[in-house]
């Protein structure tokens, strides 16, 4: 069932809240820390280095995403977590806030990982998440049409794979990953059911960690 229409949040105390809570994400995700990640991994950091990082842009917010997912990735699920709950301090429940729906990915990502992994944390977003699926989304998110199956394609550039580095194809991976739990928060669907995604999501881990210098830290 979709929520009530709610009023927009105004640009002026969008602009605000989201200055204001754009350095405690970044401290909290912490992007100069590769503890537990291999030192090419800090790919999925890089962005939020950048002093035009914004959590009112765009792709400052693909960059978070694509930060956490590659904290969950290495099993950096208490981090992950901990910069998700700064997103769920806008007024999601109350307002109608720009660029909700991409917002929200970094909070679902969370989730994923931290129920995978078995953390306690989960319990932090669970309640935003839960919120975040009540409204239906498009039927393509229930078929399957949006998910990207770059794992079973061959290389977008033809044989010039080794042209390119690892991360580029990681960060596709992690693209792929993404539209897979936003498919599993909302239950899954009968093409794609609970079981399936979880088995696509790890098989994209897998692929991720082979690629060259993105393998798992031992020890």
């Given at each position: 069932?979709?929520?009530?229409?709610?009023?927009?949040?105004?640009?002026?105390?969008?602009?605000?809240?989201?200055?204001?809570?754009?350095?405690?994400?970044?401290?909290?995700?912490?992007?100069?820390?590769?503890?537990?990640?291999?030192?090419?991994?800090?790919?999925?950091?890089?962005?939020?280095?950048?002093k035009?990082?914004?959590?009112?842009?765009?792709r400052?917010i693909?960059?978070?995403?694509?930060?956490?997912?590659?904290?969950?990735?290495?099993?950096?699920?208490?981090?992950?977590?901990?910069?998700?709950?700064?997103?769920?301090?806008?007024?999601?429940?109350?307002?109608?806030?720009?660029?909700?729906?991409?917002?929200?990915?970094?909070?679902?990502?969370?989730?994923?990982?931290?129920?995978?992994?078995?953390?306690?944390?989960?319990?932090?977003?669970?309640?935003?998440?839960?919120?975040?699926?009540?409204?239906?989304?498009?039927?393509?998110?229930?078929?399957?049409?949006?998910?990207?199956?770059?794992?079973d394609?061959?290389?977008?550039?033809?044989?010039?794979?080794?042209?390119?580095?690892?991360?580029?194809?990681?960060a596709?991976y992690?693209?792929?990953?993404?539209?897979?739990?936003?498919?599993?928060?909302?239950?899954g669907?009968?093409?794609?059911?609970?079981?399936?995604?979880?088995?696509?999501?790890?098989?994209?881990?897998?692929?991720?960690?082979?690629e060259?210098?993105?393998?798992?830290?031992?020890?």
């Amino acid at each position: 069932m979709d929520r009530p229409s709610l009023p927009e949040l105004a640009p002026a105390e969008h602009r605000a809240l989201k200055a204001r809570l754009t350095p405690l994400f970044v401290e909290a995700l912490a992007p100069e820390d590769l503890t537990g990640m291999p030192k090419k991994a800090k790919f999925v950091m890089t962005g939020l280095r950048s002093k035009a990082f914004s959590l009112s842009s765009e792709r400052s917010i693909a960059m978070a995403t694509g930060a956490v997912l590659g904290l969950g990735v290495y099993g950096q699920t208490t981090r992950a977590v901990r910069a998700a709950e700064v997103i769920t301090r806008l007024p999601f429940a109350t307002h109608r806030v720009p660029e909700e729906i991409h917002l929200v990915s970094i909070v679902r990502s969370a989730f994923y990982f931290a129920v995978r992994d078995g953390s306690p944390s989960a319990s932090l977003l669970e309640a935003d998440v839960a919120r975040s699926v009540a409204v239906r989304p498009h039927d393509n998110v229930f078929n399957g049409r949006l998910l990207r199956p770059y794992l079973d394609e061959p290389f977008p550039y033809g044989e010039h794979r080794d042209a390119y580095p690892a991360w580029h194809q990681a960060a596709n991976y992690l693209d792929s990953i993404r539209e897979f739990i936003r498919l599993w928060s909302y239950g899954g669907s009968e093409l794609w059911p609970i079981a399936r995604l979880e088995a696509e999501i790890e098989r994209y881990i897998a692929a991720i960690h082979r690629e060259p210098g993105l393998e798992p830290v031992r020890g």
